[in-house]
């Protein structure tokens, strides 16, 4: 059974800086791609980076420039390096892959709060 599990998540003051983990156990192929997500209190889950096994990135636009996703190559794991941190970045992260048949997995998810 493939399990995605983050760690990482904290309190942060606005500017500070965050790195979140991820690494997929139990999975025999490579998950493409490997993404974050996060929810933010009252809002919908959205997108905020993914990178796949080839290295093509995607960012959502509210993080360019801020945050950078990366991956261990050939090893199902992803990070999320998290700079200049605001309050609006607070949310639930997740992660996120895609397997066989484009099979979804989710993390348990971690919480990242920007306050003073």
């Known amino acids: 059974q493939v399990r995605l599990v983050e760690s990482g998540g904290n309190l942060v003051r606005p500017g500070g800086s965050l790195t979140l983990s991820c690494a997929a156990t139990?999975?025999?192929?490579?998950?493409?791609?490997m993404a974050w997500y996060r929810r933010a209190p009252g809002k919908e889950r959205e997108l905020v980076a993914s990178?796949?096994?080839?290295?093509?990135?995607t960012y959502a636009d509210s993080v360019k420039g801020r945050f950078t996703v990366s991956r261990d190559k050939g090893r199902n794991t992803v990070y999320l390096q998290m700079d200049s941190l605001k309050p609006e970045d607070t949310a639930v992260y997740y992660c996120?892959?895609?397997?066989?048949?484009?099979?979804?997995?989710w993390g348990q998810g971690t919480q990242v709060t920007v306050s003073s």
């Open positions: 996120h892959g895609v397997g066989r048949g484009k099979y979804e997995y």
């Open positions: 990178q796949t096994t080839l290295g093509s990135t």
């Open positions: 139990g999975a025999t192929f490579n998950l493409n791609p």
